[in-house]
């Protein structure tokens, strides 16, 4: 088999594009544009973090721009649904479709009793599946009443859970309920796969676990476009074994080509429908949990970009801030702002500004364009630029945000 070379350049620009960066944009975006982002980035990621928008909206606008963000609750709430939330990368919206695909997963959350490293009590789960019957879709607040449940500690940071809540997520993770939505405070709603999911996805066949796993490694070859077998493996958390095997039958059929990029230690793959663009004009913010950084290395190799998500990191000792969102301009990531939607004073709020090395000199300006409308998206009438990163500066003096300094 033919190996076949890429430059840097070459593959950044076939990572985009199958990431959505060079589709046409619509006007207005529709659900049909939405139903398009979703099959290019295969999944998105949710998190609860809400200090600018939830992780799960923020992929959308950053591919097809300022969109009615009804789109989404329409599209996983709303009949026909065309995504759910399940265990796909992490915890994320992915195309319904994909349900009878998990079903290995789900078997073997069942046989190893969950995946938190606590057990749920057996012992209520017909209690709780019940009440889900009866009354969904609940949330676990709804039933730990019923429960009888004490007040909870404050043992276990990050995983203080109710009994309910506990059983709720087994469930969940073993396909017996599915998530129905989510309240105004973020709270799941759990309730029955048959009044959540398609007939017909219901209906479909289980695949074999190979042709599961084929599945799930050809949807990752399509959403990276370019890929070693760490890219592939992470894209919906398999086992490399697995991922191993199924990318020997897809380069046996034609589906994979083997190709070199300079500095890619391990072996890459190229997926056959790739597309390869003479340019990528991208302007767009991306998420902290965006496909396109999940994989740090490969954000590093692809890009020439170090990034750490410093949530977690005590304050004194972060470098660029909480909420760091990376700057692509074109086909390269040339800035990060650390960034906050103050929501009470209808500003948004540039807390660091930082270029990348390779910044071009329109990158303020760009910058500038770009945060301005992605503070209408976000319902904020001003941009407020503070004094902390070497692009602050600049940033604060570009024309669109003359006058918005704080």
Same mark, same amino acid.
């Given at each position: 088999m033919t190996?076949?070379?890429?430059?840097?350049?070459q593959a950044?620009?076939?990572?985009?594009a199958a990431q959505g960066?060079?589709?046409?944009p619509?006007? =207005?975006p529709?659900m049909?544009?939405?139903?398009?982002?979703?099959?290019?980035?295969?999944?998105?990621?949710v998190d609860?973090?809400?200090v600018?928008?939830?992780a799960?909206?923020?992929?959308? +606008?950053?591919?097809m721009? &300022?969109?009615?963000? *009804?789109?989404?609750?329409?599209?996983?709430?709303?009949?026909?649904r065309?995504?759910?939330?399940?265990w796909?990368? =992490?915890?994320?919206?992915?195309?319904?479709?994909l349900?009878p695909v998990m079903?290995?997963?789900m &078997?073997?959350?069942? !046989?190893?009793?969950?995946?938190?490293?606590?057990?749920?009590?057996?012992?209520? !789960?017909p209690?709780?599946?019940?009440?889900?019957?009866?009354?969904?879709?609940?949330? &676990?607040?709804?039933?730990?009443?019923?429960?009888?449940e004490g007040p909870?500690?404050?043992?276990h940071?990050?995983?203080?859970?109710?009994? $309910?809540r506990k059983?709720?997520? +087994?469930?969940?993770?073993v396909?017996?309920?599915a998530i $129905?939505?989510?309240?105004?405070?973020?709270?799941?709603?759990? *309730?029955?796969?048959?009044?959540?999911?398609? $007939?017909?996805?219901l209906?479909?066949?289980?695949?074999?676990r190979?042709?599961?796993?084929?599945e799930?490694?050809?949807?990752?070859?399509r959403?990276?476009?370019?890929?070693?077998?760490?890219?592939l493996a992470? +894209?919906?958390?398999?086992?490399?074994?697995?991922?191993?095997?199924?990318?020997?039958?897809?380069?046996e059929?034609?589906?994979l080509?083997?190709?070199?990029? @300079?500095g890619?230690?391990?072996?890459a793959?190229?997926?056959?429908d790739?597309r390869?663009?003479?340019?990528?004009g991208?302007?767009?913010?991306?998420?902290?949990?965006?496909?396109?950084?999940w994989?740090?290395?490969?954000? !590093?190799?692809l890009f020439d970009f170090s990034?750490?998500?410093?949530?977690y990191?005590?304050?004194?000792?972060?470098v660029?801030?909480?909420?760091v969102?990376?700057?692509?301009?074109?086909?390269?990531?040339v800035a990060?702002?650390?960034l906050?939607?103050?929501?009470?004073? /209808?500003?948004?709020?540039?807390? /660091?500004?930082? &270029?990348e090395?390779h910044?071009p000199?329109d990158?303020?300006?760009?910058?500038?364009?770009?945060?301005?409308?992605?503070?209408?998206w976000?319902?904020?009438?001003?941009v407020?630029?503070?004094?902390? /990163?070497?692009?602050?500066g @600049?940033?604060a003096?570009?024309?669109?945000?003359?006058?918005?300094?704080?």
């Amino acid at each position: 088999m033919t190996t076949q070379s890429l430059s840097t350049l070459q593959a950044r620009r076939i990572a985009l594009a199958a990431q959505g960066f060079a589709d046409r944009p619509h006007a =207005v975006p529709s659900m049909r544009t939405l139903e398009r982002t979703l099959a290019r980035t295969g999944v998105l990621q949710v998190d609860s973090v809400n200090v600018l928008q939830r992780a799960h909206y923020m992929p959308l +606008y950053s591919r097809m721009g &300022a969109y009615d963000v *009804d789109l989404l609750r329409r599209a996983s709430q709303r009949r026909p649904r065309r995504m759910v939330e399940y265990w796909a990368h =992490v915890q994320a919206f992915m195309p319904v479709d994909l349900w009878p695909v998990m079903q290995h997963r789900m &078997a073997s959350y069942r !046989e190893e009793r969950g995946k938190w490293g606590f057990t749920a009590d057996p012992a209520l !789960e017909p209690g709780v599946l019940a009440a889900v019957r009866d009354r969904g879709p609940v949330t &676990a607040r709804d039933l730990e009443e019923e429960l009888a449940e004490g007040p909870r500690t404050k043992e276990h940071w990050g995983w203080n859970w109710s009994q $309910a809540r506990k059983v709720l997520d +087994y469930l969940f993770l073993v396909g017996d309920v599915a998530i $129905a939505g989510r309240t105004s405070q973020f709270e799941v709603l759990y *309730d029955l796969p048959e009044r959540v999911l398609p $007939a017909s996805v219901l209906s479909a066949p289980t695949p074999s676990r190979a042709d599961a796993d084929l599945e799930l490694v050809r949807r990752a070859a399509r959403s990276h476009g370019v890929a070693t077998l760490r890219c592939l493996a992470d +894209y919906y958390r398999m086992a490399v074994a697995d991922t191993k095997a199924a990318v020997t039958t897809l380069l046996e059929s034609g589906e994979l080509v083997p190709v070199t990029v @300079p500095g890619w230690t391990r072996a890459a793959y190229l997926h056959r429908d790739a597309r390869l663009p003479r340019r990528v004009g991208a302007r767009a913010l991306l998420s902290p949990f965006d496909p396109v950084v999940w994989e740090r290395s490969r954000a !590093e190799t692809l890009f020439d970009f170090s990034y750490r998500i410093e949530i977690y990191v005590p304050a004194d000792k972060r470098v660029h801030g909480y909420y760091v969102l990376p700057f692509l301009l074109g086909d390269r990531i040339v800035a990060r702002v650390d960034l906050k939607a103050d929501r009470a004073t /209808g500003r948004l709020l540039v807390r /660091g500004a930082y &270029a990348e090395p390779h910044a071009p000199a329109d990158a303020p300006e760009e910058l500038g364009a770009e945060l301005d409308r992605l503070a209408g998206w976000l319902g904020l009438g001003e941009v407020v630029v503070g004094e902390r /990163g070497d692009l602050a500066g @600049p940033l604060a003096a570009v024309a669109t945000l003359a006058g918005r300094r704080g």
